[in-house]
Each structure stands twice: as structure tokens, then as C-alpha cells.
């Protein structure tokens, strides 16, 4: 029988693919198109960005439940990480970002594959969803980059009707 982790990294790995097969289908419009306006706004490539800098930050939450620590700080700020963090990679290619994002996704899949399925138990605090279990947020990865994707595919089809 598979286990937990195995269904998670299943999943992982498809939402990598989803990912990047959907950038590799944008021009250079599409990637400069602003896909949230509010206070600070990101275009499409910056959502990918977002995806990086996000994901790498949960490594260290993952690792810090896993060894018995509580999880994300109380004061810890994750608006303030969106607004200031992706705009780091700003300068990077495309295929740049696409070499990032992937390293990033192989890490939190071998943090996955270095488990036992009763890790994904283990409690503690994510700066988002607040107390929980470890499973919820590994798995928060790849819906948060799907619920992303629903918004770009909005944006792109609301352009076409334009």
C-alpha cells in the first residue's frame, strides 16, 4: 500500500509540472501582466516568484516541527514577507526562475521522502493557517500554487475577452 508521503510527493510533482507547463505557454505580454492589483502588485511573473520564495521559507517551518520546535514565530509577518520577498527576483529570467523553483521543489520533496508518515502528524504553527498538523502544510504548497494558477487563468481569459 502507498503511503501518505508517497500520495504528497505524487502530487508535488505533478503541481511542479502544472507549473512550469503553464509559464512555458505565456509571451512576454502574458508575463508582465499585473494578476492582483492591490497594495502591491505582482504580474504573473512575479507569482512564480512568489512560489519560490514562498515554498523555500516553509523548509525551514517543515524542518523546525520535525524536530520538536513549534513552527512559525507568533509575530511573524507573511504579508510583509509577500510584498518584500518576490520582488528579490526580479531581474531573473524565466528559465531562471524555472531553475529555482525547481530546486526548491526538489528540496521539499526530499524533506517529504526523509519522513515517516506519522510525522505528518506532528503539530505546530504556520504564520497562515495558524495551529495544525504537518501534513495540511506540506500539502498548503501545492494548493496554494493551484488556487494561484485558478487566479492567472482568470486573468488570461478576462484578457482575451477584452
Do not use: C
Amino acid at each position: 500500500m502507498d503511503s501518505k508521503r508517497d500520495g504528497i510527493i505524487a502530487e508535488l510533482r505533478n503541481n511542479e509540472e502544472e507549473i512550469i507547463t503553464f509559464y512555458k505557454d505565456l509571451d512576454s505580454v502574458q508575463l508582465d501582466m499585473t494578476v492582483y492589483a492591490e497594495d502591491d502588485s505582482w504580474t504573473m511573473q512575479q507569482v512564480l516568484a512568489h512560489f519560490i520564495t514562498i515554498e523555500r521559507s516553509m523548509h525551514w517551518l517543515f524542518k523546525n516541527i520535525l524536530a520538536g520546535g513549534p513552527g512559525s514565530p507568533e509575530d511573524f509577518d507573511f504579508e510583509r514577507f509577500n510584498r518584500t520577498q518576490p520582488r528579490k527576483l526580479d531581474g531573473l529570467s524565466l528559465n531562471e526562475l524555472f531553475e529555482k523553483f525547481r530546486s526548491v521543489r526538489r528540496e521539499t520533496i526530499a524533506i517529504v521522502a526523509g519522513m515517516e508518515d506519522q510525522d505528518l502528524d506532528r503539530e505546530g504553527r504556520h504564520a497562515f493557517h495558524g495551529h495544525g498538523k504537518l501534513e495540511r502544510f506540506i500539502v498548503w504548497a501545492y494548493e496554494h500554487a493551484g488556487l494561484h494558477l485558478d487566479d492567472m487563468r482568470k486573468k488570461l481569459l478576462e484578457f482575451s475577452n477584452e
